[in-house]
């Protein structure tokens, strides 16, 4: 399976099975579609498919131009980086069938929120429930689940998040101490993260997270008036001026390094390329801006008919990052990081993020989800801490989601690079996991072209 595209001057060919990324001339990709039809076909041979490409297709290209590059194309065939075959279709049903351990915690240690944002799905930390705050013998539990059903695995994750976590520090620091003490005896390692609104960051908690945390989310959507329209506190004064010196703070404390400034655009900011790019100038390195997934109904959220505008926003954040990049003043833009040369295993490139498996939600009573966007949905209780995982139909359905298992995933080109999508976003939009949130699978395949338009201009420059 072949995707070709061209993006800011580039003509790009995508080889989906290999992953094999090809820049290549004006003539090559205006052979290429004929020729894949007529090297599936089984025409290997350089004459015929030249003689086919003249005759059938009316190009401004000479015989010996379009002879060369149908043998280009034949060169990459060859090599196995052109017109591959899918090799992993007929291994799912091994994929299905895999022994998962728990490897990741999304700790919900606080159900409670010191801001109001207007398309919180947590519905301001209460996850449409009560309020409520972890205690230290809830979260022990959960550390002690983990550890248990992780079999063989040595490194574990633990997130903290909420509502707002730092409500509830300090069985924050208690359980990343206890967790620490669980390390040696268990031979295991934990990386803990934290995901904050930053309100009430200070001092002690930033040394705190510099020496213990592996990762932070700063949650800050870019502008001040976009931030303060969408994460105002409950009275509806604006958040931006308290968060951002603490936020730059933290930024600078890291190194710049292992933290996230991490947003939302809705329909109020279509322009979200000049939120990415103020938070740039404002000194953040690692940035990440996504589109918010709502309620249609929702007067912020994002239309169907919204996405030209969003198409070219990204368009113009990639060559504005390209540019930055060239200048020395370069930043990360999370959807735009793609690894060509890696990149996951075959397991998460399949299947994802792994919620459901890998991957649980634990409420501050204890209760265990497939992800923190089904807290609350009873159909998806799997458990809880004390008694561990007792819906394993419900972990049936998760282990066996994956790009085949969706329709629309088989012949898209992307499926590879976002492994089928959110199965949170795909249930809330069809009322199952197997299928896709087309608003935001059409976003995805924007970003991964751009990403790789970006690695083929950052080559050119240092080629």
């Known amino acids: 399976m072949i995707h070709q595209y061209r993006n800011n001057g580039y003509n790009i060919v995508m080889d989906v099975n290999s992953g094999s990324i090809h820049v290549v001339d004006d003539v090559a990709y205006d052979v290429l579609p004929l020729a894949e039809q007529l090297i599936e076909e089984g025409v290997r041979d350089a004459d ?28 990459l065939t060859r090599e196995g980086t052109l017109f591959t075959q899918d090799l992993y279709e007929d291994y799912i049903h091994l994929f299905k069938e895999r022994q998962t351990v728990v490897k990741a915690l999304c700790l919900h240690i606080a159900h409670d929120c010191n801001l109001a944002c207007r398309y919180c799905f947590a519905g301001e930390g209460e996850y449409h429930g009560k309020r409520a705050l972890m205690s230290f013998e809830v979260g ?36 990343v101490a206890y967790g620490r003490s669980l390390e040696e005896p268990h031979h295991k390692k934990f990386r803990f993260t934290l995901t904050t ?38 009275g509806g004064q604006g958040s931006y001026d308290l968060v951002v ?5 933290t930024a600078k404390s890291r190194g710049q390094k292992d933290y996230y400034v991490r947003g939302t655009f809705t329909r109020n900011n279509l322009d979200f390329s000049r939120d990415v790019l103020h938070l740039a100038d404002l000194g953040f390195e ?60 075959v397991a998460k490139r399949l299947s994802g993020c792994g919620s459901g498996t890998e991957y649980l939600a634990v409420t501050p009573w204890g209760d265990l989800y497939p992800c923190h966007q089904f807290v609350g949905n009873e159909d998806f209780l799997l458990g809880n801490v004390d008694e561990g995982i007792c819906r394993q139909d419900v972990v049936e359905q998760f ?49 991964v072209e751009c990403a790789i338009m970006i690695k083929a201009a950052l080559a050119d420059e240092e080629g």
């Open 48 to 75: 015929t498919l030249t003689a086919a490409v003249e005759v059938c297709k009316k190009l401004p290209y000479s015989r010996e131009e379009i002879r060369e590059a149908v043998e280009e194309l034949l060169t």
């Open 286 to 345: 690692q940035i990440s801006v996504e589109p918010v997934v709502a309620d249609p109904k929702e007067p912020y959220a994002l239309q169907p008919e919204d996405l030209p505008v969003l198409m070219e926003e990204y368009d113009t954040l990639a060559r504005e990052l390209i540019k930055r990049k060239k200048e020395g003043r370069g930043f990360n833009f999370f959807h735009f990081m793609i690894d060509l040369s890696g990149g996951p295993c």
């Open 140 to 175: 022990k539990k959960a550390l002690d689940f983990l550890v248990a059903n992780s079999g063989n695995r040595v490194n574990l994750e633990v997130d903290f998040f909420g509502g707002e976590p730092l409500l509830n520090w300090q069985v924050v620091k208690d359980l």
């Open 399 to 447: 282990r066996k989601c994956n790009v085949y298992s969706r329709e629309k995933c088989r012949r898209c080109f992307a499926r590879f690079y976002c492994s089928g999508g959110c199965a949170a976003n795909a249930y809330h939009s069809h009322g199952t996991i197997n299928d896709v949130y087309e608003l935001g699978c059409e976003l995805q395949k924007k970003r």
């Open 245 to 249: 010196p603490k936020f730059l703070e």
């Open 197 to 234: 609104n930053g309100v009430l960051l200070n001092e002690e908690i930033l040394e705190f997270v510099n020496r213990e945390m592996s990762n932070v989310v700063l949650s800050i959507d870019g502008r001040r008036e976009v931030h303060d329209r969408m994460r105002p506190f409950a």
